[in-house]
């Protein structure tokens, strides 16, 4: 998402923090969409999320909202892509480490988790 702030916020600048001696590093923010259960307008919602997950609407992720397409399939650099968006976001986050939490610990650890931020931040 700032790297779409960018644009119109010109002082915005990205920058990914690094260890002296280690590589720049950052994480994913998992966004997730789903069904829910009973819930009316089910056969809608289905070609919604079909739709965001459509080829063609995940070729416009990086000029629209600023991030990587969810599917392993379609590339910000795909040499299909006519978008600049995704070629100069593909560049910015080149050399970076994406670090991937493990969320399924982190969910059954949670409170320890909090614990530990608070302690670290003191806050």
């Given at each position: 998402?700032?790297?779409?702030?960018?644009?119109?916020?010109?002082?915005?600048?990205?920058?990914?923090?690094?260890?002296?001696?280690?590589?720049?590093?950052?994480?994913?923010?998992?966004?997730?969409?789903?069904?829910?259960?009973k819930a009316?307008?089910?056969?809608?919602?289905?070609?919604?999320?079909?739709?965001?997950?459509?080829?063609?609407?995940?070729?416009?992720?990086?000029?629209?909202?600023?991030?990587?397409?969810?599917?392993?399939?379609?590339?910000?650099?795909?040499?299909?892509?006519?978008?600049?968006?995704?070629?100069?976001?593909?560049?910015?986050?080149?050399?970076?480490?994406?670090?991937?939490?493990?969320?399924?610990?982190?969910?059954?650890?949670?409170?320890?988790?909090?614990?530990?931020?608070?302690?670290?931040?003191?806050?």
């Open positions: 998402m700032n790297f779409a702030q960018a644009k119109s916020m010109p002082n915005l600048a990205i920058r990914f923090p690094a260890k002296e001696g280690g590589k720049p590093t950052t994480f994913a923010l998992p966004y997730t969409a789903g069904l829910v259960d009316p307008h089910t056969e809608n919602g289905r070609k919604l999320l079909d739709f965001m997950l459509s080829e063609g609407a995940q070729r416009e992720v990086s000029a629209v909202g600023g991030g990587f397409p969810a599917r392993k399939d379609v590339k910000a650099t795909d040499a299909n892509a006519t978008d600049a968006d995704a070629i100069e976001l593909a560049k910015l986050i080149e050399g970076v480490e994406i670090f991937e939490p493990d969320w399924a610990d982190i969910d059954e650890n949670l409170s320890s988790c909090v614990d530990a931020w608070k302690s670290a931040t003191g806050s």
